[in-house]
């Protein structure tokens, strides 16, 4: 049986081919998803990790657990003993462990150093399990825990040995922190250094003012043992484990979470105490709903490429039964029962299944390198590759995907298995409509279209309206699902309409159409066969179009977003000096207020000065090559603005320079009535103008000319309302408040020169335009070795590429990319199969025309009249709808990429590239399969075609 | 005695396909005379649907020469020769030959506009056409609703409607019953006698050969009798 | 037990539009062991009625038993063993004889494999061998000629050793040698395995070498012709290459059904110019029927 199908598909081997191509894709494409997933989630997260270790300054997966012991500590070593396990047990968190031990911590010990004074030096006693392997003694020798001569040997590092007035190799004695406690006599008998300071073992920061001591545990253990219990006091416990969290698994962050939780219980039933911490854990938390995000992102955007594929098996396959209509009359005149031919079609498809499930997986591993180099829509970089993990999950998801197309394709055989060698040659002729119409699955489509975009539109308003970022996971599945829908039913309607529209063609122009003309209209007109291909081309078009556009306005709208909230190319603070109010220049930390430096020494407070500011020009920094225009911008959050006795919080206020600032910022699309030049250009001629965004305007009723207070720190300032923006370069209208809640948020601006005019000059910003072909490096040196120096500076740039990182945009411009290419190369192909079958089909009809006394040339433009009226309206009812469908979901997309922070309001955009990339592909396939039509077809031996259909 | 409108000499058809080479006319000669209804009998494979694809131009011999008047179809090349089958001849073909999605009465349009045929008589006529022929009610349904005898005798009128000088016909009458083998049969005389047409056509019913003019016997791509 | 017993069938199919009466009541009977011919035109009926023989289609009404077998009452599932073996189908048209992706060995095979048949390979070459193409069991479709598919189609048909075997149109793509060739292996598998064989025809020389030919005209047996000098003898008197007509060895009888119906020949009613339907007058004289097409005329007085 198995040689016999074998056989069969060489046989039909185009059609397998096809088909084939088809599955691969499939098979590929759900293959890649998760292995995509994980490698840009690993990414993410231990990026994510190593960014909170330079947040934090410690180590992510760095577990600790400190325990104080005290008075109440009943058998304290069976409890150290039950930590201990605690801790190396793998039962709770399940990673590779870089190091780990245990310390005791004491510090009750000092003694004066200066009568006079009455400074003292304080000891903290440190037992480092595992010590001698990771110093160097770099003087004398180390500690001998076994002396027993009351003293107590102990080795220092160097800052202790420096600030110290102990003296090496002396004893020295320090007396309890406690007047009735016993004191105690130390030596120090050696120095040591960390062998590797980088060593994660050094990551319990031990180091105090006066350096660090290190003794034995024996001191310890005595003291955890001794009585009274009061000697516990002050003995604190450390166990910490340093875990490797480049081992965390992405898929297992739910387990280690669940670990970590289970460990502190367990630890807290042992002891009574849950000071632990696990390093890294909001990462871990965070990430978990990362990692939703992307999960449901690519899969959201995998469902229009499955329903394509879906759709040209669908057809492929049924073409192909089509064609093996008579072999299949022949096994039935045999005797072969619907099972056997049931059987052999299964067989088949497990084949050609089989083997995508073999060419598939390599496939899709070149699909996660393409989506993992996305960098835009059908934009690629050089990133370092991504890493390839071939999880189970990618295994079961090929082998699903392979399976539901093997019903796919058996769907044909096992429906269409009815008549017998007298029906093909009836059922040929017979009317067919497209099973859609009998079902009104067209309006069922365009319904379930219309109602998700309904709920996912009021959800958008809403979303815009309270500024929330609404990530409903089942809105996100509709939104690409629905545009596809939708361009099935308005397809499918399309469809109902047209055979009626080229009647109408047909029947105007009946008595002077020539006869391929004739003929080609006619049979449109009549015969709904063409309904397949033309739904598959609109299909394939929308979901092409829909693609790019989406992809177009995302990354268009993160761009500008990048741009429009930081505003020029970079934001950057020079480097205030402070002056006291004699014009000397003062040291120290600003206050809140702005107006005063605080002087300390060890934290402690010296003195506060009142200070001033000189202001800096944007003239000296233009003067730098790599600077083309620089504006002075001074902003404040959390401002109050008041009218009357109305006050309204939580404003933002910006001071600037109009014209420089004209010259400075980006240049982005506008989002006001005007273009922001004219607003500064206001500006300009009013120097008490301020502008205030629509939400102040609206909260407090505010009218053109009226005038407000708003309370900055360098003073009030009173302004009037000259104009009223929705957006504005720098502004974002919702942030996020000390409590981390997310509150709607307004904008005021005035002229820098109204602001310092009448009170103190504050700190600024400066925005900077760098000159053409400068890199941002190139500025950070320019401008810290500039008269300025600098404090800090944020560019655009980097934001941009931060952004662009983001792994769900990566993912979203991946996929979209893959769904665009694969709804063009799955047209070329169905497109392809389809005309050639259908036009070997007609040899007889054709042989009739030509034994008629058609001419060639005849032919040819019964030819060029199918194409057009077929592929050629089905391509402008494609783009046409997809059009149409893009506008209508595109803009729902703004669900899911409108961020609390954001500036600028989601935009549908398309760019006239993609369209014209799509035509054109599309007009090169017409070109190529219709030359091949052609030539098939005008080279028909005629009698042998008329002989043909003497069957 | 007629003019002879249509002639062969010597034509033999050769087909080579990949189990060999078969030989399906081997120095046929005939001639047809104007306004006779000419008729070539044999088995199946004897060479007559060959014979006939010669002789309407569908066809290259693999030698020997074909003649419409003085005209020799043979040497024309492939444009030629369909213009001239289009406007001179006409084809009854065996197998139902209609487009199937077009109604009887565009088909029989179809016919007169591949033949060059535009005046806006092509309805009146094709009508009249069809009812003459037994089809009045039927004309305005699509071909692949006739049944197989509605649609030959549409085939036949598509043949004839656009006045040409030959016909050809292969088994025409095969899928008709008796009555309407007659009936077609007394269209055929006719026309041969009203328009002058000539009738050349393959035939395995005997009651056909009785009033043919003519008859040849092919056999294993020979002519029974020898040419003429 | 006759092998077929077809009595008064009828056959009506019915589309959304026409109606079309194939078989008006047709009445044949065919013995085992007999070859037999069936000739008429197409739309006479005679495709329907190798159809329904060959299971392939479901008589309306009347009376048909095939190898015992009630066609009407048949279901579905009995359908599909009866086309696996009792009958073996011979088509014209090649293409559906054989697949073309398997070798002539391999679709000898194939039936085989549907009955389940034990040893397949073994009978294979034996049914080649019997139609003389052994040496070609290798081949496939297209690499065999015309008449040598026609033969690999016998075997096929044979494979399951079918009590009925039914050829439509055997020898019609086919010259006149490889069609005597054809014929000779029916004859063979007629007379020594008394395989029960019924082939529809065109051909009037296959027709006039089988014993019994009956034409069917219009859905109904209308005549039967019966062999009048027995074949051998017929070759022994006259050279092969020579065309015989068929009155001179065969006579032609008119079917009598159940209800004392019969066909007249179309040729009469041609030549009286009767038109049908219509009437005629039946009258007795003495061991004869005489058909009138008007009233006698009064002897006068």
């Known amino acids: 049986m198995l040689r016999v199908v074998i056989r069969r598909l060489t046989g039909n081997r185009w059609k397998a081919i096809s088909l084939l191509a088809g599955l691969v894709l499939a098979v590929a494409i759900a293959f890649c998803i998760p292995v995509y997933a994980n490698g840009i989630l690993q990414r993410v997260f231990q990026k994510n990790m190593a960014e909170s270790q330079l947040k934090t300054g410690i180590m992510p997966g760095y577990l600790t657990f400190e325990y104080q012991m005290s008075s109440r500590t009943k058998d304290s070593a069976a409890m150290v003993s039950t930590v201990e396990n605690l801790f190396a047990s793998k039962e709770h968190i399940d990673l590779p462990v870089l190091t780990g031990g245990r310390i005791y911590r004491f510090e009750m010990f000092d003694r004066v150093i200066d009568p006079r004074t009455k400074r003292y030096e304080r000891l903290v006693f440190n037992y480092v399990e595992n010590l001698e392997e990771h110093v160097n003694v770099t003087v004398g020798r180390m500690y001998d825990p076994n002396r027993d001569d009351g003293v107590l040997e102990v080795v220092a590092n160097k800052k202790f040995l420096v600030r110290s007035k102990v003296v090496m190799n002396e004893i020295t004695e320090f007396d309890s922190m406690f007047p009735d406690e016993e004191g105690i006599k130390i030596m120090v008998v050696g120095m040591v250094e960390p062998k590797d300071n980088h060593d994660p073992f050094w990551h319990m920061n031990l180091d105090t003012s006066l350096g660090t001591i290190y003794c034995g545990k024996e001191y310890f253990e005595r003291r955890i043992a001794a009585e009274p219990p009061f000697s516990r006091h002050f003995t604190v416990s450390f166990w910490y484990r340093a875990y490797d969290y480049m081992a965390i698994d992405t898929d297992n962050v739910d387990l280690l979470i669940e670990g970590i939780s289970s460990q502190r219980r367990a630890i807290l039933n042992a002891t009574g105490t849950d000071k632990i911490t696990f390093s890294g854990e909001s990462v871990l938390a965070e990430f978990q709903t990362l990692r939703r995000q992307v999960m449901v992102n690519l899969y959201m955007l995998v469902v229009p490429i499955f329903i394509i594929l879906g759709y040209y098996v669908i057809m492929v396959a049924n073409l192909k039964l089509q064609s093996e209509q008579s072999e299949i009359a022949l096994l039935k005149s045999r005797g072969a029962g619907r099972r056997h031919i049931i059987r052999l079609y299964g067989i088949e498809s497990l084949l050609l299944a089989g083997t995508a499930l073999l060419a598939g997986p390599p496939l899709g591993l070149v699909i996660v390198r393409m989506i993992g180099a996305s960098n835009g829509f059908l934009t690629f970089v050089n990133r370092t590759a991504l890493p390839l993990v071939v999880k189970p999950v990618a295994v079961i998801m090929a082998i699903s995907a392979a399976l539901l197309f093997v019903v796919i394709m058996m769907l044909p055989a096992v429906l269409g298995i009815g008549g017998n060698i007298l029906d093909t040659k009836r059922k040929k002729n017979r009317l067919k409509r497209p099973f859609w119409q009998r079902y009104f699955l067209d309006f069922l489509f365009l319904g379930l279209a219309a109602y998700s975009f309904y709920s996912m539109e009021m959800t958008r308003r809403l979303a815009q309206a309270t500024g929330l970022a609404a990530t409903t996971q089942n809105t996100d599945f509709l939104l690409y699902g629905a545009s596809t829908l939708f361009a099935l039913g308005a397809g499918m309607l399309f469809l109902r309409i047209y055979p009626y529209i080229v009647w109408a063609i047909f029947a105007v122009g009946r008595q002077i159409w020539p006869a391929g003309i004739y003929a080609s209209l006619n049979r449109i007109a009549r015969n709904r066969d063409y309904s397949g291909v033309m739904l598959f081309l609109i299909l394939t078009l929308s979901v092409g179009l829909f693609s790019a556009d989406a992809a177009h306005s995302i990354n268009t709208h993160i761009e500008n977003n990048v741009y429009y909230s930081v505003g020029a190319d970079a934001q950057y603070m020079p480097r205030w000096k402070h002056y006291d109010y004699n014009g000397k220049e003062v040291f120290g930390r600003l206050d809140e207020t702005g107006g005063k430096v605080i002087m300390e020494d060890e934290g402690v407070v010296i003195q506060s000065v009142q200070v001033r500011f000189y202001e800096l020009f944007p003239e000296a920094l233009i003067k730098l090559p790599e600077v083309e225009s620089a504006a002075r911008v001074y902003s404040q959050s959390s401002v109050n603005v008041r009218l009357g006795s109305y006050i309204d919080r939580d404003n933002f206020f910006m001071a600037i320079d109009p014209y420089e600032f004209g010259k400075t910022i980006s240049p982005v699309w506008d989002q006001n009535a005007y273009h922001i030049n004219e607003y500064l250009n206001s500006m300009m001629s009013y120097p008490e103008g301020v502008i205030v965004s629509r939400g102040l305007m609206d909260a407090m009723r505010l009218k053109i000319g009226d005038e407000i207070n708003i309370a900055t720190m360098p003073g009030i300032l009173k302004g009037k309302v000259i104009a009223v923006v929705d957006s504005w370069p720098g502004y974002s209208s919702f942030t996020v408040n000390s409590k981390g809640k997310v509150i709607p948020q307004d904008l005021v601006v005035a002229n820098m020169g109204a602001l310092f005019a009448e009170n103190p000059v504050r700190p600024y910003h400066f925005w900077i335009r760098k000159a053409d072909g400068v890199s941002d490096i190139e500025l950070y040196e320019a401008l810290k070795n500039s008269d300025f120096g600098l404090t800090s500076i944020s560019s655009a740039a980097d934001r941009m590429i931060g952004e662009k990182n983001d792994p769900v945009l990566q993912g979203t411009n991946g996929m979209l990319s893959v769904a665009f290419l694969v709804s063009v190369a799955i047209c070329a192909m169905g497109f392809m199969i389809y005309w050639i079958i259908s036009i070997k089909s007609r040899t007889l009809q054709f042989g009739i025309s030509r034994a008629l006394g058609m001419r060639k040339g005849g032919i040819l433009s019964m030819l060029v009249a199918e194409q057009l009226l077929v592929s050629g309206m089905a391509t402008v009812a494609g783009v046409f709808i997809g059009k149409l469908g893009s506008l209508f979901f595109v803009p729902l997309l703004a669900l899911q990429y409108s961020l609390p922070d954001q500036t600028v309001a989601f935009r549908m955009l398309s760019s006239s590239k993609d369209l014209l990339t799509v035509l054109a592909i599309m007009v090169g396939m017409l070109l190529v399969c219709f030359t091949i039509l052609s030539v098939m077809a005008i080279h028909l031996k005629i009698d042998r075609a008329v002989k043909l259909g003497e069957e | 005695m007629e003019p002879v409108i249509l002639r062969t000499e010597g034509v033999t058809r050769i087909f080579r396909s990949g189990a060999g080479e078969v030989r399906a006319l081997n120095n046929v000669s005939i001639s047809v005379p104007q306004r006779s209804l000419t008729v070539l009998r044999g088995p199946s494979g004897s060479g007559k649907t060959t014979l006939l694809n010669i002789l309407g131009g569908l066809d290259l011999p693999t030698s020997g020469r074909a003649f419409f008047q003085d005209m020799e179809i043979t040497a024309l090349s492939e444009g030629q020769r369909d213009r001239l089958r289009g406007k001179e001849m006409g084809f009854v073909f065996q197998s139902v030959a209609l487009m199937p999605d077009m109604t009887a009465l565009e088909n029989v349009e179809y016919g007169l506009r591949i033949a060059g045929m535009f005046s806006s008589n092509n309805r009146k006529m094709a009508e009249k056409s069809l009812k003459e022929i037994g089809l009045g009610k039927r004309m305005r349904h699509a071909a692949y609703e006739l049944s197989g005898g509605e649609q030959q005798r549409v085939a036949i009128v598509r043949g004839y409607a656009h006045n040409p000088k030959i016909l050809f016909a292969d088994e025409p009458t095969a899928e008709l019953d008796t009555a309407m083998g007659i009936q077609v049969l007394n269209i055929f005389k006719r026309l041969i006698s009203e328009q002058g047409l000539t009738i050349v056509m393959t035939t395995h019913d005997p009651n056909i050969l009785e009033l043919a003019d003519r008859v040849y016997t092919l056999s294993d791509g020979g002519l029974v009798d020898g040419n003429d | ?301």
């Open chain 3, 1 to 301: 037990m006759a092998m077929i017993e077809c009595e008064n069938l009828v056959k009506i199919y019915k589309t959304s539009e026409i109606e079309v009466i194939a078989l008006q009541g047709l009445d044949l009977t065919v013995e085992k062991g007999e070859m037999m011919a069936m000739i008429g035109k197409s739309g006479s009926g005679k495709s329907t009625l190798l159809n329904i023989l060959g299971g392939l289609d479901v008589p309306t009404a009347g009376r048909l038993f095939v190898d015992g077998r009630d066609m009407l009452k048949m279901k579905p599932k009995d359908r599909v063993i009866y086309k696996r073996e009792t009958v073996g189908f011979v088509w014209q048209n090649n293409a559906r004889n054989l697949l073309p992706y398997l070798t002539a060995e391999e679709n000898v095979i194939q039936p085989m494999v549907l009955s389940g048949r034990k040893d397949k390979r073994r009978r294979a070459g034996e049914l080649l061998e019997m139609v003389g193409l052994y040496n070609r069991r290798k081949n496939r479709l297209d690499q065999l000629s015309g008449g040598e598919q026609q033969r690999v189609a016998i075997a096929i048909a044979l494979a399951n050793e079918p009590a009925l075997l039914l050829a439509d149109e055997p020898t019609g793509s086919v010259d006149s040698k490889t069609a005597d060739l054809i014929f000779d292996i029916f004859r063979d598998l007629n007379r020594q395995l008394n395989q029960t064989i019924v082939i529809v025809t065109h051909d009037n020389r296959l027709s006039s070498k089988v014993d019994r030919v009956v034409n069917i005209r219009d859905g109904r047996t209308s005549s039967e012709f019966i062999r009048r000098i027995s074949y051998s003898d017929e070759l022994a008197a006259l050279q092969q290459q020579q065309q015989i007509l068929r009155d001179k060895t065969h006579t032609e009888w008119l079917v009598l059904d159940r209800a004392g119906r019969l066909q007249l020949p179309q040729e009469y009613l041609d030549s009286l110019s009767i038109s049908v339907p219509g009437r005629m007058l039946s009258v007795l004289e003495g061991e004869k029927i005489v058909l009138l097409t008007e009233e006698p005329a009064k002897i006068s007085e």
